[in-house]
């Protein structure tokens, strides 16, 4: 009777295992979908800020044609 309880303990852990091992490698391949987006928006923020930057100084350069000058 032990042993068979024993054998029954055995398996319940070994598809524990499986299961976490699974779910281990879900969060894992969302982890790195998350992290693949964020590297993305972090070089469209970057390309966007430094061309905005560029943007920013240049109009700086333009000489104020206001109407009342």
């Known amino acids: 009777m032990f042993r068979r309880w024993l054998k029954h303990k055995e398996r319940m852990a070994e598809v524990l295992t499986e299961a976490t ?3 281990a ?3 894992a391949a969302h982890s790195e979908r998350l992290e693949q987006r964020v590297r993305v ?3 469209i923020v970057t390309d966007k800020g ?3 930057a560029d943007e920013i100084e240049a109009l700086r350069m333009v000489p104020d044609k ?3 000058n």
Request: charged share 25%.
């Open 25 to 27: 490698a879900q969060y």
């Open 66 to 68: 206001h109407p009342l």
């Open 41 to 43: 928006l972090e070089r």
């Open 50 to 52: 430094v061309a905005l």
């Open 21 to 23: 091992a699974e779910k």
